[in-house]
DNA sequence: TGCATTCTTGATAATATTGATAGACAATAC
DNA sequence: GTATTGTCTATCAATATTATCAAGAATGCA
């Protein structure tokens, strides 16, 4: 039951390039520059902000000046959209999946006691993921942010 | 986010085990005949019986006439007990979780905001699965059973 | 133009997990 | 003492995950 560090990194990245954006409107932010806050490594977290982009999420600049900035704005991204990008279906197992369902191996799936409870954990974990956005992310990241640290502020 | 199936052969093992147990009391069940009715790997189900019944969900008996029992009673077991005993801990992330946590990378846990929706999942899931104890799990699939088909009743 | 910068793409390596099999061993009932 | 059934350990193949490497293509600027 466990998300994986790609899905865990992309909403990782996608709240400091929003908050980012936040900060200072129609600005790009460097992969570099990401990796360094937020402890992902540099190489891999080039192939998760590419994905991101191919699903629409973030839109990018190559060259000088290039970088990352958010493709739509942030209460439009939602987490559910963000990890299924990475890590495929919410769902716990395959035949309880709404976006990518796949029969098992059960002999009678209506009769399925497993079937049956893990639809309800598949609707808990959608239901959830898929309301919270990213501008709602951010402004609890802000929060504390700001409550905690001011030098922090500064630190960018 | 995907169960194993590990955790997928072992909930539906036990239904099977549950509901013979609820058909006739005081019986044991074969490794070999569970694995026929639930078309799991007879090899790979051992394994599974064994942690089952290591983790205190089973007991078992060995020789002639021998077989796996529920060791307490079915509404004593929970689907988050299982899981947990076959795959680890239930949250999406080692740093929202209660029974084994660990930190994660992120330069702060406090203002990072998959540790906020995490959490929020975590609970999610263990409250359903917590509180889904094998014997609604048996109780909805003798629904089923019953109602779909009369002939499955003398097939045992 | 040429060059530095930055994203793009595909390949590949290292490691962990998963799903499954094999076989020797131990207990039980008859 | 023998057939049956669970116990335990080792091992394996396949796959997924995590991460790195290197060559390429677009962009802006001198």
């Known amino acids: 039951m466990r998300l994986s560090k790609k899905g865990e990194y992309a909403v990782r990245a996608l709240v400091e390039i929003g908050f980012e954006a936040h900060l200072r409107p129609n600005s790009l932010i460097q992969i570099s520059t990401v990796a360094q806050r937020t402890n992902i490594?540099?190489?891999?977290?080039?192939?998760?902000?590419?994905?991101?982009?191919?699903?629409?999420?973030?839109?990018?600049k190559r060259g000088v000046e290039g970088g990352y900035s958010l493709a739509k704005d942030a209460d439009e991204v939602t987490l559910g959209e963000v990890i299924r990008l990475l890590d495929g279906p919410l769902a716990p197992i395959p035949c309880v999946s709404k976006t990518s369902y796949e029969p098992c191996s059960c002999p009678d799936q209506e009769s399925c006691g497993l079937h049956i409870a893990m639809k309800q954990v598949r609707?808990?974990?959608?239901?959830?993921?898929?309301?919270?956005?990213?501008?709602?992310?951010?402004?609890?990241?802000?929060?504390?942010?700001?409550s905690k640290t001011t030098e922090w502020q500064f630190d960018i």
């Open 123 to 146: 609707d808990a974990i959608a239901g959830i993921l898929d309301s919270y956005t990213l501008s709602r992310l951010i402004g609890e990241v802000q929060k504390h942010r700001t």
């Open 41 to 60: 490594p540099e190489k891999f977290l080039e192939q998760i902000l590419l994905a991101l982009r191919n699903g629409g999420v973030l839109k990018s």
